[in-house]
């Protein structure tokens, strides 16, 4: 099994574009998280899905927007990229078995806005 | 609402050495709790996790952490770091309400191991 897979692993793009982060997993898990990580920070929580067509925001939305029309896909669009969006993304899954089960991370993309 | 503090930013430590990572907590139920490393370019990896039983529990790579009720701690342990041990190394609370779940993470230790 490939896991949580992420697409691209770098990009740099211009203030103003936009541009979409691919998540994809084959565990066949409901719940699917987006972070960004930010130095001295940590990682906050961006949007998840606990299941196809739903989708909540997390701590950090804004300038953010997610879709969920599959199990195996959540893609995140940046629509007005912005220096503050400079930062290394993860995208997680959880199988949501039990609550002590941990998260599956994927390697990240890693963003400059310039 | 959950909070999860990691006290010390950056650790140094000899190779050999013990390691110690402390990580603080706040939350109003029981809490799931664990440990996550990365290294560099990498995604997050579990090391361990702790929900009830066994208050000090034992992990991959040689790592162990100790639950505090009292003082909302569960702080990181390794008796003898590798030098492949140089990571960064995040503790992370497991939120939980009806029909939702999500993970709620400190800011991070990063441990440099010197020869």
């Given at each position: 099994?490939?896991?949580?897979?992420?697409t691209?692993?770098?990009?740099?793009?211009?203030?103003?574009?936009?541009?979409?982060?691919?998540?994809?997993?084959?565990?066949?898990?409901?719940?699917?998280?987006?972070?960004r990580?930010?130095p001295?920070?940590?990682?906050?929580l961006?949007?998840?899905?606990v299941?196809?067509?739903i989708?909540?925001?997390?701590?950090?939305?804004?300038?953010?927007?997610?879709?969920?029309?599959?199990?195996?896909?959540?893609?995140?669009?940046?629509?007005?990229?912005?220096?503050?969006?400079t930062?290394?993304?993860?995208?997680?899954?959880?199988?949501?078995?039990?609550?002590?089960s941990p998260l599956?991370?994927?390697?990240?993309?890693?963003?400059?806005?310039? | 609402?959950?909070?999860v503090?990691?006290?010390?930013i950056h650790?140094t430590v000899?190779?050999?050495?013990s390691?110690?990572?402390?990580?603080?907590?706040?939350?109003?139920?029981?809490?799931?709790?664990?440990?996550?490393?990365?290294?560099?370019?990498q995604?997050?990896?579990?090391l361990?996790k702790?929900?009830s039983?066994d208050?000090?529990?034992q992990g991959i790579?040689?790592?162990e952490a100790e639950?505090?009720?009292s003082?909302s701690?569960f702080?990181?342990?390794?008796p003898?770091?590798?030098?492949?041990?140089?990571?960064?190394?995040?503790?992370?609370?497991?939120?939980?309400?009806p029909n939702d779940?999500?993970?709620?993470?400190?800011a991070?230790?990063?441990?440099?191991?010197?020869?």
């Open positions: 099994n490939a896991g949580v897979t992420q691209p692993k770098f990009r740099i793009l211009k203030i103003g574009q936009s541009m979409t982060l691919q998540c994809t997993q084959d565990m066949n898990h409901n719940y699917m998280y987006w972070y990580q930010d001295g920070m940590g990682l906050k961006i949007y998840y899905s299941g196809a067509g989708t909540d925001k997390g701590e950090v939305p804004n300038g953010y927007n997610v879709s969920r029309s599959t199990t195996e896909d959540f893609p995140l669009r940046l629509e007005l990229a912005a220096p503050s969006q930062s290394v993304y993860f995208c997680a899954s959880w199988a949501a078995s039990s609550y002590n599956h991370f994927g390697n990240g993309t890693r963003l400059t806005v310039t | 609402a959950q909070s503090t990691q006290p010390d650790i000899s190779e050999g050495a390691l110690e990572l402390r990580c603080n907590y706040s939350y109003g139920a029981t809490p799931y709790l664990f440990w996550y490393v990365q290294s560099p370019g995604g997050l990896q579990l361990l702790y929900f039983g208050t000090l529990v790579k040689g790592f639950f505090k009720r003082q701690s702080n990181l342990r390794k003898s770091v590798h030098w492949s041990d140089a990571a960064e190394y995040f503790c992370a609370v497991g939120v939980v309400v779940y999500k993970l709620s993470f400190g991070g230790t990063t441990v440099t191991v010197r020869a």
